[in-house]
Each structure stands twice: as structure tokens, then as C-alpha cells.
T-cell receptor, first 110, second 112 residues
């Protein structure tokens, strides 16, 4: 099956700093999603981004499907950004069976 | 739209007992997914439905696991003869076809 690698595994930032999280995948995909899992375990969908670039407030994401990677940018980080960020990919045209990476654990210190 | 609802939030059961979890998706979403997550790992795919049809089932889903989505509305996930290795967070998500997931809060299962 498809392999998904996320880096770095852990990241500690001071509030206000910027960061870039990376997701590499081993095969071509038709769908890619980024999620934030907060400290209470709730998974929130940040982006549905099979290709191109999207922005939502302080977050933006870029997927370069031909080179098999995606990047999540967090600017002016806040303590509420803490948690685990997951990338999930699907080889099918419509999101069905998605494969998740092991996540990047982000800690933002005040 | 109240989001994806999962019940119960927590379940503690003795090894060998059967358990059933329920997921109520967002009403206009035709796709429903079940995932399992253990500590320190990303969610693992179990199965998904489009309307009432179960379109794919993971090899992780042994014969002790069964899922249904009668009438394409809510879904249930049953685990028979639970084992300690079944202890995990069971997550449900829904989506319209071709769009991203909305996850519920999950059901945390502990098998003692």
C-alpha cells in the first residue's frame, strides 16, 4: 500500500513563530487532506488539497502531486495551534480509503 | 447541522463481550467512514459506505468486526468477542463524494 511520511515528528515553537510541516507519499494520489487533532482528540479538517495551494487565515497548504509531497505552513503560531497534524492521502478520485501518516506533534509555548 | 455524532463516548468492556458503537453522520453526506486510532499513531482505515453500500473493508477488519449503514443514514460498528488488542479510539467521519472528511469525537474502547 501507499506509504505516508510526515516530518518533523515533533516540533516545539515559541508563540508567534512560523513553521512548515511536510508530508511525503510514495505513490500518485488523487486526494490529500490535512487534519489537526487537538489535545482533546478531536480531528479537524484543515484542507482538502489534492493539488495547488490554499490559504485559510494563518494556515496555508501546497500540494505538488507530481513530486509526491505536500506542505502545511503555520504563520504567527498560537498556543491553540498545539496538537498533532496529520496528512491523509487517497489514491482514488473520490475520498474513500485514506492512508494517514503518523503525524507531527506541535507544541507552541507562550 | 450538528456535525458527526458518535455514541457512546467511552466504553469499558470485559474481554469476550460484544460491543456496538453508533455514528450519526451529517445528514446530507452520502459517505461514511470508520477508522481506528491507537496511541501515537495516525487513524487506520476500517471501512466505508456510500449511502447504504459498504464499498471497501480493510483486512484489519477481522470476522469479529461488522459494520452496517441501514437506509444510508446512521451506521453501527459491532465487535464480537472483544480482545485486549481491540482497545483503541474508534472514529467515524462523513463527507459528500469527492470532498474532505468531517470527523466525530470518537468512541474510546477499553477492553479489560
Amino acid at each position: 500500500g501507499i506509504q505516508v511520511e510526515q516530518s518533523p515528528p515533533d516540533l516545539i515553537l515559541q508563540e508567534g513563530a512560523n513553521s512548515t510541516l511536510r508530508c511525503n507519499f510514495s505513490d500518485s494520489v488523487n486526494n490529500l487532506q490535512w487534519f489537526h487533532q487537538n489535545p482533546w482528540g478531536q480531528l479537524i479538517n484543515l484542507f482538502y488539497i489534492p493539488s495547488g495551494t490554499k490559504q485559510n487565515g494563518r494556515l496555508s497548504a501546497t500540494t505538488v502531486a507530481t513530486e509526491r509531497y505536500s506542505l502545511l505552513y503555520i504563520s504567527s503560531s498560537q498556543t491553540t495551534d498545539s496538537g498533532v497534524y496529520f496528512c491523509a492521502v487517497d489514491r482514488h478520485t473520490n475520498a474513500g480509503k485514506s492512508t494517514f501518516g503518523d503525524g507531527t506533534t506541535l507544541t507552541v509555548k507562550p | 447541522d450538528t456535525g458527526v455524532s458518535q455514541n457512546p463516548r467511552h466504553k469499558i468492556t470485559k474481554r469476550g463481550q460484544n460491543v456496538t458503537f453508533r455514528c450519526d453522520p451529517i445528514s446530507e453526506h452520502n459517505r461514511l467512514y470508520w477508522y481506528r486510532q491507537t496511541l501515537g499513531q495516525g487513524p487506520e482505515f476500517l471501512t466505508y459506505f456510500q449511502n447504504e453500500a459498504q464499498l471497501e473493508k480493510s483486512r484489519l477488519l477481522s470476522d469479529r468486526f461488522s459494520a452496517e449503514r441501514p437506509k444510508g443514514s446512521f451506521s453501527t460498528l459491532e465487535i464480537q468477542r472483544t480482545e485486549q488488542g481491540d482497545s483503541a479510539m474508534y472514529l467515524c467521519a462523513s463527507s459528500p463524494s469527492g470532498y474532505g472528511y468531517t470527523f466525530g469525537s470518537g468512541t474510546r474502547l477499553t477492553v479489560v
